[in-house]
Nanobody
Framework: VQLQASGGGLVQAGGSLRLSCAAS????????MGWFRQAPGKEREFVAA????????YYGDSVKGRFTISRDSAKNTVHLRMNSLKPEDTAVYYC??????????????????WGQGTQVTVSS
């Protein structure tokens, strides 16, 4: 499986963006998927994750209630809908895939594959 993130850009505070992560490969439906972000000078931070079945989702505290993760297995794609964006959401956003049965998806060490990242910039 290879991952390609897209959808980043420049948006004003309060605006919305939708990130997409397209996966190649026939086994996408067996992977749990996650989004992380990294701002300049900061460590990579967990944003959201979704189980391979789509039945469970998880969010970082800073994005709960504003971001929504979803997956479209027919299109091998995971989306991250980001609403009410704040300047502190500015970061490079990475999608990742985990093939470790029921691992804790908040930890980046539990992911096996990473996309290249897409820049999100929120202006005040």
């Amino acid at each position: 499986v290879q991952l390609q993130a897209s959808g980043g850009g420049l948006v004003q505070a309060g605006g919305s963006l939708r990130l997409s992560c397209a996966a190649s490969g026939r086994t996408f439906s067996t992977y749990d998927m996650g989004w992380f972000r990294q701002a300049p000078g900061k460590e990579r931070e967990f944003v959201a994750a979704i189980r391979y079945s789509g039945g469970s989702t998880y969010y970082g505290d800073s994005v709960k209630g504003r971001f929504t993760i979803s997956r479209d297995s027919a299109k091998n794609t995971v989306h991250l809908r980001m609403n009410s964006l704040k300047p502190e959401d500015t970061a490079v956003y990475y999608c990742a895939a985990s093939n470790r049965y029921y691992s804790d998806l908040m930890y980046e060490t539990n992911y096996d594959l990473w996309g290249q990242g897409t820049q999100v910039t929120v202006s005040s």
